[in-house]
């Protein structure tokens, strides 16, 4: 038995970035992108099914044993939709010649609107502070 089975993907990302620097020793940066992406199967329907299968609710006896052949759910279950926003700014300073502070701050949105086992919708803020050392 097999199914052929189309698993439609479809993902839009739109990114933008900028530099600005005020001064010889400061530069500021953004970066912004926003993803939206969605995926689906189409139904399943088995083929090449032994004598004695007349519907997938009503298999032969034998066979309804060992396997469920309902899929009638399925399509719905992998439904994926989902979006997710980034924004960053990070600043960059130049202290010495060879020796640099940097700091990016970045916000994310996760947004889920097809859940199935769970919601999976949040945010999150992730801070970064470094020492870059150039030789």
Known sequence: MYSDNDYEIR???LYASALFTPTKRVSLNLDTSYTKSKADFDSIHLSNLSP???TFNDPSPSFAAGFDLDFSGYPDYSDLDQSR???SLGCNIQLYKALELAGVVTYRKYTDDEPYLYDADGTLWIFNVGL????
């Open 11 to 13: 993902n839009h990302v």
């Open 52 to 54: 004695g299968y007349t």
């Open 85 to 87: 926003f980034d924004c």
């Open 132 to 135: 870059n050392y150039t030789f």
